[in-house]
Protein backbone atom coordinates (compact mmCIF):
# COMPACT_ATOMS: atom_id res chain seq x y z
CA UNK A 1 0.00 0.00 0.00
CA UNK A 2 1.25 3.23 -0.72
CA UNK A 3 1.38 5.04 2.79
CA UNK A 4 1.92 8.41 4.09
CA UNK A 5 4.82 9.00 5.74
CA UNK A 6 4.43 11.04 8.87
CA UNK A 7 5.97 14.83 7.46
CA UNK A 8 6.99 16.82 10.22
CA UNK A 9 8.05 19.87 7.98
CA UNK A 10 5.65 22.80 9.66
CA UNK A 11 5.13 25.60 6.63
CA UNK A 12 3.45 27.61 9.71
CA UNK A 13 6.54 27.73 11.42
CA UNK A 14 9.29 28.35 8.63
CA UNK A 15 12.01 29.29 11.24
CA UNK A 16 12.06 25.70 13.01
CA UNK A 17 14.43 23.47 11.78
CA UNK A 18 12.70 20.67 9.40
CA UNK A 19 12.84 17.16 10.80
CA UNK A 20 12.08 15.80 7.07
CA UNK A 21 10.25 12.73 6.49
CA UNK A 22 10.35 9.81 8.96
CA UNK A 23 9.00 6.62 7.71
CA UNK A 24 6.76 4.07 9.29
CA UNK A 25 7.94 0.87 10.56
CA UNK A 26 6.01 -0.88 7.73
CA UNK A 27 7.76 1.78 5.51
CA UNK A 28 10.92 1.17 6.46
CA UNK A 29 10.89 -2.94 7.02
CA UNK A 30 9.71 -2.72 3.15
CA UNK A 31 12.43 -0.61 2.20
CA UNK A 32 15.31 -2.81 3.85
CA UNK A 33 14.11 -5.99 2.13
CA UNK A 34 13.68 -4.17 -0.89
CA UNK A 35 17.16 -2.97 -0.85
CA UNK A 36 18.54 -6.76 0.32
CA UNK A 37 16.47 -7.75 -3.01
CA UNK A 38 18.54 -5.59 -4.99
CA UNK A 39 21.80 -6.31 -3.32
CA UNK A 40 21.29 -9.96 -3.92
CA UNK A 41 20.71 -8.98 -7.74
CA UNK A 42 23.54 -7.09 -8.17
CA UNK A 43 25.92 -10.17 -6.45
CA UNK A 44 24.20 -12.71 -8.83
CA UNK A 45 25.07 -10.31 -11.88
CA UNK A 46 28.54 -10.20 -10.70
CA UNK A 47 29.19 -14.03 -10.02
CA UNK A 48 27.26 -14.43 -13.20
CA UNK A 49 29.88 -11.87 -15.10
CA UNK A 50 32.38 -13.19 -13.40
CA UNK A 51 31.87 -16.98 -14.33
CA UNK A 52 31.31 -16.39 -17.65
CA UNK A 53 34.69 -14.35 -17.70
CA UNK A 54 36.20 -17.53 -16.39
CA UNK A 55 34.70 -20.14 -18.74
CA UNK A 56 35.46 -17.99 -21.78
CA UNK A 57 38.94 -16.63 -20.67
CA UNK A 58 40.54 -14.23 -23.48
CA UNK A 59 37.49 -15.26 -25.99
CA UNK A 60 35.30 -12.84 -23.55
CA UNK A 61 36.96 -9.97 -25.92
CA UNK A 62 35.94 -11.98 -29.39
CA UNK A 63 32.13 -12.18 -29.76
CA UNK A 64 30.29 -11.92 -33.22
CA UNK A 65 28.68 -8.30 -34.41
CA UNK B 1 2.35 28.18 -3.74
CA UNK B 2 0.06 26.99 -5.92
CA UNK B 3 -2.89 24.36 -5.35
CA UNK B 4 -0.98 21.71 -6.83
CA UNK B 5 1.98 22.10 -4.31
CA UNK B 6 -0.55 23.58 -0.95
CA UNK B 7 -2.07 19.68 -1.43
CA UNK B 8 1.09 17.74 -2.10
CA UNK B 9 2.36 19.19 1.15
CA UNK B 10 -0.84 18.70 3.20
CA UNK B 11 -1.52 15.13 1.83
CA UNK B 12 2.10 14.20 2.41
CA UNK B 13 4.74 12.47 0.18
CA UNK B 14 3.36 9.02 -1.01
CA UNK B 15 5.93 6.76 0.44
CA UNK B 16 6.13 3.05 -0.94
CA UNK B 17 5.51 0.13 1.26
CA UNK B 18 5.94 -2.55 -1.78
CA UNK B 19 7.13 -5.47 -0.50
CA UNK B 20 9.85 -7.80 -2.77
CA UNK B 21 6.52 -10.05 -3.47
CA UNK B 22 4.73 -7.51 -4.97
CA UNK B 23 7.94 -6.57 -7.76
CA UNK B 24 7.90 -10.47 -8.22
CA UNK B 25 4.26 -10.42 -8.93
CA UNK B 26 4.70 -7.95 -11.21
CA UNK B 27 7.08 -10.60 -13.75
CA UNK B 28 4.20 -12.43 -14.13
CA UNK B 29 6.01 -15.61 -12.26
CA UNK B 30 3.40 -18.11 -14.29
CA UNK B 31 4.28 -16.63 -17.68
CA UNK B 32 7.80 -16.26 -16.76
CA UNK B 33 7.92 -20.14 -16.05
CA UNK B 34 6.38 -21.33 -19.46
CA UNK B 35 8.87 -19.12 -20.99
CA UNK B 36 11.92 -20.92 -19.09
CA UNK B 37 10.69 -24.08 -20.17
CA UNK B 38 10.26 -23.10 -23.87
CA UNK B 39 13.14 -21.85 -23.51
CA UNK B 40 14.94 -24.91 -22.16
CA UNK B 41 13.87 -26.98 -24.91
CA UNK B 42 14.90 -24.25 -27.40
CA UNK B 43 18.61 -24.86 -25.80
CA UNK B 44 18.62 -28.76 -25.33
CA UNK B 45 17.75 -29.16 -28.81
CA UNK B 46 20.18 -27.05 -29.92
CA UNK B 47 23.40 -29.16 -32.45
CA UNK B 48 26.77 -28.59 -30.43
CA UNK B 49 28.45 -28.19 -27.16
CA UNK B 50 27.17 -24.90 -24.91
CA UNK B 51 28.53 -24.77 -21.76
CA UNK B 52 26.25 -25.00 -18.90
CA UNK B 53 27.35 -21.47 -17.45
CA UNK B 54 26.37 -19.50 -20.74
CA UNK B 55 23.22 -21.66 -20.89
CA UNK B 56 22.47 -20.58 -17.28
CA UNK B 57 23.11 -17.12 -18.25
CA UNK B 58 21.26 -16.99 -21.61
CA UNK B 59 18.04 -18.63 -19.57
CA UNK B 60 18.49 -15.98 -16.63
CA UNK B 61 18.43 -13.44 -19.35
CA UNK B 62 15.73 -14.82 -21.23
CA UNK B 63 13.42 -15.31 -17.96
CA UNK B 64 14.40 -11.48 -16.56
CA UNK B 65 13.53 -10.31 -19.85
CA UNK B 66 10.11 -11.94 -19.89
CA UNK B 67 9.08 -10.92 -16.57
CA UNK B 68 10.46 -7.07 -17.84
CA UNK B 69 8.04 -7.37 -20.22
CA UNK B 70 5.64 -8.63 -17.43
CA UNK B 71 5.67 -5.70 -15.36
CA UNK B 72 6.01 -2.95 -18.09
CA UNK B 73 2.64 -4.95 -19.87
CA UNK B 74 0.89 -4.54 -16.10
CA UNK B 75 2.34 -0.67 -15.71
CA UNK B 76 0.86 0.40 -18.88
CA UNK B 77 -2.68 -1.84 -18.52
CA UNK B 78 -3.35 -0.84 -15.17
CA UNK B 79 -6.35 0.62 -16.47
CA UNK B 80 -7.66 -2.61 -17.56
CA UNK B 81 -6.48 -5.06 -14.89
CA UNK B 82 -8.37 -3.16 -12.06
CA UNK B 83 -11.74 -3.60 -14.08
CA UNK B 84 -11.09 -7.65 -14.62
CA UNK B 85 -12.14 -9.82 -11.81
CA UNK B 86 -8.70 -12.04 -13.19
CA UNK B 87 -5.97 -9.16 -12.48
CA UNK B 88 -8.11 -7.03 -9.85
CA UNK B 89 -5.43 -8.57 -7.56
CA UNK B 90 -1.93 -7.50 -9.23
CA UNK B 91 0.09 -5.15 -7.79
CA UNK B 92 -0.88 -2.32 -9.28
CA UNK B 93 -4.76 -2.19 -8.96
CA UNK B 94 -4.59 -2.63 -5.12
CA UNK B 95 -2.10 0.30 -4.75
CA UNK B 96 0.75 -1.69 -3.77
CA UNK B 97 2.79 -0.09 -6.73
CA UNK B 98 2.70 2.88 -8.75
CA UNK B 99 2.82 2.98 -12.66
CA UNK B 100 5.80 4.98 -12.62
CA UNK B 101 7.41 2.27 -9.66
CA UNK B 102 6.68 -0.65 -12.27
CA UNK B 103 7.73 1.59 -15.73
CA UNK B 104 10.86 2.03 -14.36
CA UNK B 105 11.40 -1.54 -12.77
CA UNK B 106 10.40 -3.30 -16.12
CA UNK B 107 12.90 -1.04 -17.78
CA UNK B 108 15.66 -1.07 -15.50
CA UNK B 109 15.06 -4.99 -15.78
CA UNK B 110 14.72 -5.30 -19.61
CA UNK B 111 17.61 -2.63 -20.24
CA UNK B 112 19.87 -5.17 -17.87
CA UNK B 113 18.71 -8.57 -19.50
CA UNK B 114 19.69 -7.42 -22.94
CA UNK B 115 22.87 -6.34 -22.04
CA UNK B 116 23.63 -9.35 -20.27
CA UNK B 117 22.57 -12.02 -22.84
CA UNK B 118 24.61 -9.86 -25.21
CA UNK B 119 27.41 -9.20 -23.42
CA UNK B 120 27.60 -12.63 -22.40
CA UNK B 121 26.82 -14.51 -24.80
CA UNK B 122 26.39 -13.18 -28.35
CA UNK B 123 24.12 -9.92 -29.64
CA UNK B 124 22.31 -12.09 -32.25
CA UNK B 125 20.45 -13.39 -28.85
CA UNK B 126 20.20 -10.03 -27.59
CA UNK B 127 18.83 -8.32 -30.26
CA UNK B 128 16.17 -10.67 -30.80
CA UNK B 129 15.48 -10.61 -27.06
CA UNK B 130 15.04 -6.95 -26.94
CA UNK B 131 12.86 -7.29 -30.37
CA UNK B 132 10.78 -9.79 -28.34
CA UNK B 133 10.28 -7.32 -25.13
CA UNK B 134 9.37 -4.30 -27.60
CA UNK B 135 6.55 -6.58 -29.72
CA UNK B 136 5.54 -7.52 -26.37
CA UNK B 137 5.14 -3.70 -24.89
CA UNK B 138 4.92 -1.71 -27.97
CA UNK B 139 3.01 -4.14 -31.10
CA UNK B 140 0.71 -5.90 -28.36
CA UNK B 141 0.25 -3.90 -24.74
CA UNK B 142 0.52 -0.46 -26.35
CA UNK B 143 -1.08 -1.34 -29.48
CA UNK B 144 -2.85 -4.39 -30.86
CA UNK B 145 -4.43 -5.63 -27.09
CA UNK B 146 -6.95 -2.67 -27.31
CA UNK B 147 -7.52 -2.03 -30.89
CA UNK B 148 -8.01 -5.73 -32.57
CA UNK B 149 -9.35 -8.63 -32.25
CA UNK B 150 -6.58 -9.74 -33.83
CA UNK B 151 -4.72 -9.27 -30.83
CA UNK B 152 -3.08 -12.61 -29.12
CA UNK B 153 -2.69 -13.70 -33.16
CA UNK B 154 -0.32 -11.44 -33.86
CA UNK B 155 1.15 -10.63 -30.25
CA UNK B 156 1.71 -14.52 -29.92
CA UNK B 157 4.34 -13.95 -31.57
CA UNK B 158 6.41 -12.21 -28.69
CA UNK B 159 5.24 -15.46 -26.19
CA UNK B 160 6.49 -17.71 -29.60
CA UNK B 161 9.84 -16.04 -29.70
CA UNK B 162 11.68 -17.57 -26.50
CA UNK B 163 12.56 -20.94 -28.12
CA UNK B 164 13.85 -19.03 -31.16
CA UNK B 165 16.34 -16.84 -28.90
CA UNK B 166 17.74 -19.83 -26.83
CA UNK B 167 18.51 -21.19 -30.14
CA UNK B 168 20.29 -18.34 -30.96
CA UNK B 169 22.20 -18.04 -27.91
CA UNK B 170 23.43 -21.54 -28.56
CA UNK B 171 24.26 -21.60 -31.83
CA UNK B 172 24.39 -17.83 -33.24
CA UNK B 173 22.28 -18.41 -36.01
CA UNK B 174 19.13 -19.57 -37.20
CA UNK B 175 17.72 -23.02 -38.26
CA UNK B 176 14.19 -24.84 -39.37
CA UNK B 177 14.11 -26.33 -35.44
CA UNK B 178 13.51 -23.16 -34.12
CA UNK B 179 10.89 -21.46 -36.14
CA UNK B 180 9.33 -24.74 -35.84
CA UNK B 181 8.65 -24.72 -32.41
CA UNK B 182 7.77 -20.91 -32.89
CA UNK B 183 5.45 -21.88 -35.34
CA UNK B 184 3.80 -24.32 -32.49
CA UNK B 185 3.44 -21.96 -30.26
CA UNK B 186 2.70 -19.12 -32.58
CA UNK B 187 -0.62 -21.36 -33.62
CA UNK B 188 -1.32 -22.49 -30.05
CA UNK B 189 -1.89 -19.20 -28.63
CA UNK B 190 -4.96 -18.22 -30.60
CA UNK B 191 -7.42 -21.64 -29.73
CA UNK B 192 -5.63 -21.56 -26.02
CA UNK B 193 -6.52 -17.53 -25.41
CA UNK B 194 -9.76 -17.82 -27.13
CA UNK B 195 -10.94 -20.52 -24.71
CA UNK B 196 -9.98 -18.63 -21.88
CA UNK B 197 -12.24 -15.44 -23.16
CA UNK B 198 -14.83 -17.45 -24.34
CA UNK B 199 -15.18 -17.92 -20.11
CA UNK B 200 -14.13 -14.58 -19.23
CA UNK B 201 -16.45 -12.47 -22.13
CA UNK B 202 -17.62 -10.53 -19.80
CA UNK B 203 -14.69 -9.75 -17.74
CA UNK B 204 -13.34 -8.70 -21.08
CA UNK B 205 -16.36 -6.82 -21.73
CA UNK B 206 -16.24 -4.90 -18.66
CA UNK B 207 -12.85 -3.87 -19.29
CA UNK B 208 -13.39 -2.65 -23.25
CA UNK B 209 -10.66 -5.37 -24.56
CA UNK B 210 -12.33 -6.62 -28.35
CA UNK B 211 -10.91 -9.89 -27.73
CA UNK B 212 -13.23 -12.05 -30.53
CA UNK B 213 -16.01 -13.01 -28.36
CA UNK B 214 -16.82 -9.56 -27.30
CA UNK B 215 -16.56 -8.40 -30.69
CA UNK B 216 -17.63 -11.28 -32.76
CA UNK B 217 -19.57 -13.25 -30.33
CA UNK B 218 -18.91 -16.98 -29.33
CA UNK B 219 -20.23 -18.84 -32.32
CA UNK B 220 -17.84 -16.93 -34.31
CA UNK B 221 -15.08 -17.72 -31.69
CA UNK B 222 -15.98 -21.34 -31.48
CA UNK B 223 -15.16 -21.84 -35.06
CA UNK B 224 -11.66 -19.61 -35.36
CA UNK B 225 -10.78 -21.88 -32.40
CA UNK B 226 -11.63 -25.06 -34.27
CA UNK B 227 -9.68 -23.60 -37.46
CA UNK B 228 -6.45 -22.50 -35.70
CA UNK B 229 -6.69 -25.81 -33.69
CA UNK B 230 -6.64 -27.76 -36.93
CA UNK B 231 -3.47 -25.54 -38.46
CA UNK B 232 -1.72 -26.65 -34.86
CA UNK B 233 -2.20 -30.10 -35.14
CA UNK B 234 -1.32 -30.19 -38.45
CA UNK B 235 2.17 -27.41 -37.77
CA UNK B 236 2.91 -29.75 -34.80
CA UNK B 237 2.73 -32.93 -36.46
CA UNK B 238 4.93 -31.86 -39.72
CA UNK B 239 8.36 -31.64 -38.31
CA UNK B 240 8.16 -35.13 -38.27
CA UNK B 241 7.76 -36.46 -41.33
CA UNK B 242 9.75 -33.33 -42.74
CA UNK B 243 12.72 -35.08 -40.89
CA UNK B 244 13.51 -32.17 -38.27
CA UNK B 245 11.78 -33.98 -34.92
CA UNK B 246 11.58 -38.02 -34.66
CA UNK B 247 8.98 -40.24 -34.26
CA UNK B 248 8.57 -40.64 -30.79
CA UNK B 249 7.95 -36.73 -31.12
CA UNK B 250 5.51 -37.83 -33.88
CA UNK B 251 3.62 -40.21 -32.06
CA UNK B 252 2.86 -37.88 -28.81
CA UNK B 253 2.28 -34.94 -31.20
CA UNK B 254 -0.03 -37.47 -33.20
CA UNK B 255 -2.17 -39.18 -30.59
CA UNK B 256 -2.57 -35.66 -27.94
CA UNK B 257 -3.22 -33.49 -31.11
CA UNK B 258 -5.87 -35.95 -31.96
CA UNK B 259 -6.98 -34.86 -28.33
CA UNK B 260 -6.88 -31.06 -29.00
CA UNK B 261 -8.87 -31.55 -31.61
CA UNK B 262 -11.55 -33.68 -30.24
CA UNK B 263 -12.04 -31.00 -27.40
CA UNK B 264 -12.13 -28.21 -30.24
CA UNK B 265 -14.76 -30.14 -32.29
CA UNK B 266 -16.51 -30.24 -28.81
CA UNK B 267 -16.21 -26.43 -28.38
CA UNK B 268 -17.87 -26.19 -31.73
CA UNK B 269 -20.18 -28.11 -31.49
CA UNK B 270 -21.88 -27.62 -27.60
CA UNK B 271 -23.90 -24.37 -28.01
CA UNK B 272 -26.04 -24.84 -24.51
CA UNK B 273 -24.45 -22.93 -21.53
CA UNK B 274 -23.22 -25.31 -19.04
CA UNK B 275 -21.84 -28.03 -21.67
CA UNK B 276 -20.39 -25.16 -24.07
CA UNK B 277 -18.47 -24.09 -20.64
CA UNK B 278 -17.87 -27.36 -19.20
CA UNK B 279 -16.39 -27.96 -23.19
CA UNK B 280 -14.12 -24.76 -23.31
CA UNK B 281 -12.60 -25.31 -20.21
CA UNK B 282 -11.55 -28.83 -21.07
CA UNK B 283 -10.01 -27.51 -24.01
CA UNK B 284 -8.10 -24.67 -22.26
CA UNK B 285 -6.53 -27.21 -19.73
CA UNK B 286 -5.97 -29.83 -22.36
CA UNK B 287 -3.97 -26.77 -24.43
CA UNK B 288 -1.95 -26.43 -21.84
CA UNK B 289 -0.88 -30.04 -21.12
CA UNK B 290 -0.46 -30.29 -25.10
CA UNK B 291 2.18 -27.71 -25.43
CA UNK B 292 3.69 -28.89 -22.21
CA UNK B 293 3.86 -32.59 -23.38
CA UNK B 294 4.91 -31.88 -27.41
CA UNK B 295 7.80 -29.54 -25.59
CA UNK B 296 8.79 -32.22 -22.67
CA UNK B 297 9.16 -34.66 -25.14
CA UNK B 298 11.46 -33.07 -27.09
CA UNK B 299 13.61 -31.81 -24.45
CA UNK B 300 13.72 -35.63 -22.45
CA UNK B 301 14.75 -36.88 -26.25
CA UNK B 302 17.64 -34.50 -26.21
CA UNK B 303 18.70 -34.90 -22.85
CA UNK B 304 18.73 -39.02 -23.06
CA UNK B 305 20.97 -38.39 -26.09
CA UNK B 306 23.54 -36.22 -24.41
CA UNK B 307 23.45 -38.56 -21.35
CA UNK B 308 23.40 -41.71 -23.24
CA UNK B 309 26.78 -42.13 -24.63
CA UNK B 310 27.96 -41.33 -21.08
CA UNK B 311 26.57 -44.65 -19.79
CA UNK B 312 27.71 -46.23 -23.02
CA UNK B 313 31.28 -45.03 -22.60
CA UNK B 314 31.06 -46.55 -19.10
CA UNK B 315 31.76 -42.93 -17.55
CA UNK B 316 28.54 -42.81 -15.44
CA UNK B 317 27.29 -45.51 -12.84
Redesign the interface.
Known amino acids: MLGKGAHRTDMAEPNQPEDGIVLTEAQLRARRRRSIAIALALGVLVVLFFAVTLVKGPAVLRRPI | MSVIEQNA?A??????????GD?LALLKPRVMSLVIFTALVGLLIAPGHF?P??AI?SL?SIAVGAGASGALNMALEGDIDAKMTRTANRPIP???I?RPEALAFGSTLSF?SVL?LG??V???AGALLAFTIFFYVVIYTMWLKRWTAQNIVIGGAAGALPPVVAWVAAT?SIAPEPVWLFLIIFFWTPPHFWALALFRSDDYARAGIPMLPVVAGPDATRLQILLYTIVLVGIALAPWPLGYFDAIYGAVSLVLGAGMMWLAIEVYRKRERAASLRATRKLFAFSILYLFALFATLGLEAVVRMVAPLFWSGRVG
Not at chain 2, 11 to 20: K, L, Q, T, Y
Open positions: IAGPRISEADVYHVLTLRGRTFTILNWYG
